[in-house]
């Protein structure tokens, strides 16, 4: 076992032009980076320009893009927003573009939503278990109502940063854990 810190993703699930998931992650990463405890990086779905899957002959550079960057992370927190009950299309699609760069390594969900997200939030550790995605209890959920300024401008109440923190203990454990079956 060496010192090295672990790398974890924070991953926005929404692709969207207007999309306020940005603001979200950098706000869990603004937290996260305060601990010290592990490298964390804000990783973009957009940035790939993954195509929709199935439609191309895959030779995309995008598609290699984001299984090296997957394989490069020890773990994950989704930045998730619900999209009719569920999560966005092109989270799924980037779920579906890779399969062992998941494979035996943690996440946590941060969600948001009318209701916090929670519906999409329970699709996704349905997936997660198929990709062998070991989820974490934690999961801070955020009111579209009272997390966000008419829905778009992201004003966090208080009472989430320690929801956040425990969320990422567990990420950080399990993820460190989950490393040692890799080798
Ligand atoms: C296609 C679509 C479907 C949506 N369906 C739901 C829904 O079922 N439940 C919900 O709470 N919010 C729903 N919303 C509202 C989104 O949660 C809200 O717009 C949120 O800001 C989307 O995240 P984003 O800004 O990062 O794209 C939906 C939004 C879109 C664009």
Redesign the pocket.
């Given at each position: 076992m060496t010192n090295e810190k672990l790398n974890i993703g924070i991953i926005?699930?929404?692709?969207?032009q207007?999309?306020?998931?940005?603001q979200?992650g950098e706000w869990v990463k603004e937290i996260a980076d305060k601990r010290g405890d592990a490298n964390y990086e804000i990783v973009d779905i957009a940035d790939y320009q993954l195509p929709f899957l199935g439609t191309t002959d895959g030779t995309e550079p995008g598609i290699a893009a984001w299984n090296e960057k997957l394989n490069s992370l020890d773990g994950f927190v989704f930045?998730v927003?619900?999209?009719?009950?569920?999560i966005?299309g092109a989270l799924k699609n980037a779920l579906d573009f890779a399969r062992e760069a998941w494979n035996n390594k943690a996440a946590g969900i941060v969600s948001?939503?009318?209701?916090?997200?929670a519906?999409?939030a329970e699709h996704l550790r349905g997936i997660m278990g198929e990709l062998m995605i070991a989820d974490v209890r934690v999961h801070p959920t955020l009111s579209?109502f009272t997390d966000?300024e008419n829905?778009?401008v992201f004003k966090p109440a208080e009472l989430h940063l320690n929801n956040v923190n425990a969320m990422l203990d567990q990420v950080d454990a399990w993820s460190g854990a989950l490393k040692t079956l890799r080798k």
């Open positions: 926005l699930g929404s692709t969207r207007g999309r306020v998931s940005p979200v930045i927003q619900e999209y009719n009950h569920s966005t948001y939503g009318s209701t916090g997200g519906r999409a579209l966000f829905g778009t």
